[in-house]
């Protein structure tokens, strides 16, 4: 936030004379220089228009007399709680137009408008005949791909939430059904810990040629009381919609870590474990001091411990990927690209990054053999891998033909239906000790 109290002399046509806050001109400018870069990065932006309003009407001499009190103690507030990269300026009508760039959900787009309404609430102090803030969000690209739309979206959001008596309101009905289904989840999530119904069950990777265990991967399943199993898959990114992928994330290293070290000990027989890292959790770098404590904890045989990553997650953040990647390989972490081939397909991303392993997409097993695309496509990274001597898994490998096919290609490892279900971890250990 990098608000003036002034309009600089150097562009007064682009702030309001009044309040020396970006106008309407260069608020659109800034919005479409976030809209740009969600289009390249896959992010979300959410626009946010803010209006004080009296008890009565919205009239706007009483909303301007309002504005002009209360505005020195809204843009400190703004100032300490809205990052340097984001901005706010006034429209025309004396609203505030506050935008949100690189969110990863709508869950994201909540959380970060309640705890600024929050803050704002707590400083300004309403008089008699103030009803307080009411607030629209609009998000790209749910709402709109332009300017005009998300700016237009946002405010009929904003009327919405005067109308109901709410703090705020987005501008899709279905966005708020499911922020109100996955609040609740949310709080039912982190209980979800402490109640045991988290449960971490073991996927086994069998070698191709040597037909033994050679990997383990450890899979997250909640047990939820009402909804049933839900799959890994849907829970990893639930914890990413939801902001809690650290913490889904060290529940699961560590139940893991901890199965792996009783393994090595009791049969004798080194596998590599394989945890996979959302998005949130891989970018922030707490999680590389998590998983530090983890290790001096639980150690682990150097190079038995892999995490796996998107490869879209590595490609986001380039240049802060390549610090996380090279904190964790320091550690004795592999590094293991899972997915690949799924879209977004790098081949570069081999080269560039530290990278071990990586996992070849299901859908390209599954039509490999089906598809003359799909089986170029696999032949391709195949004979890249081999060539940079980096061991590829196949995930989601359900016949006997689609593994000698692999096999053929090189292919070191595969699980899936083929193999067998995800076990219990003390299922494992009979697993090991079966020879070939």
Not at 118 to 141: H, K
Request: glycine letters at 8%.
């Amino acid at each position: 936030m990098n608000q003036r109290s002034d309009p600089p002399p150097s562009h007064p046509m682009l702030y309001d004379a009044a309040t020396g806050l970006p106008n309407i001109l260069l608020t659109r400018e800034l919005l479409q220089r976030w809209i740009a870069l969600a289009q390249r990065s896959d992010r979300i932006v959410a626009v946010l228009n803010l209006k004080l309003l009296t008890a009565d009407t919205p009239a706007p001499e009483s909303t301007a007399n309002a504005l002009s009190r209360h505005l020195p103690m809204l843009v400190e507030a703004l100032r300490h709680k809205v990052r340097h990269s984001d901005f706010g300026g006034i429209s025309e009508d004396g609203a505030l137009i506050i935008t949100f760039g690189n969110l990863f959900s709508p869950g994201d787009a909540n959380r970060v408008v309640t705890r600024l309404l929050r803050e704002l609430r707590r400083r300004i102090a309403m008089e008699p005949g103030e009803s307080g803030l009411s607030g629209g969000v609009s998000l790209y690209p749910v709402d709109g791909t332009d300017v005009d739309s998300l700016l237009i979206c946002a405010r009929k959001a904003r009327d919405k939430a005067t109308l109901n008596n709410a703090y705020f309101e987005f501008y899709s009905p279905q966005i708020s059904h499911n922020i109100v289904q996955h609040t609740v989840l949310e709080d039912r999530l982190l209980q979800a810990i402490e109640y045991g119904e988290l449960t971490v069950r073991y996927r086994p990777q069998y070698g191709l040629t040597s037909n033994r265990v050679e990997g383990i991967e450890a899979l997250v399943h909640w047990q939820h009381p009402e909804l049933g199993m839900i799959s890994p898959g849907a829970l990893v990114a639930l914890a990413e919609d939801l902001g809690l992928s650290i913490k889904i994330g060290t529940f699961v290293l560590e139940q893991a870590v901890a199965c792996h070290s009783e393994w090595s000990r009791g049969t004798g027989h080194q596998v590599e474990l394989l945890i996979y890292l959302p998005a949130p959790g891989f970018i922030d770098r707490h999680f590389v001091g998590i998983l530090r404590e983890v290790l001096t904890k639980y150690p682990v045989v150097q190079n038995s411990l892999s995490l796996g990553l998107f490869e879209s997650n590595i490609l986001q953040r380039p240049e802060r990927s390549a610090g996380i990647l090279a904190a964790l390989t320091e550690m004795g972490v592999r590094l293991s690209v899972f997915g690949f081939g799924a879209g977004h397909c790098s081949l570069a991303g081999l080269i560039l990054y530290p990278l071990h392993s990586l996992t070849l997409d299901s859908t390209l097993v599954r039509n490999g053999l089906l598809d003359a695309r799909a089986r170029l496509m696999v032949e391709t990274i195949m004979a890249a891998a081999q060539k940079l001597q980096r061991p590829v898994t196949a995930s989601g490998v359900q016949t006997r033909q689609q593994a000698d096919w692999l096999r053929s290609l090189g292919c070191s490892r595969a699980q899936g239906p083929l193999f067998g279900p995800p076990v219990t971890a003390g299922e494992i250990g009979p697993l090991l000790e079966a020879g070939p």
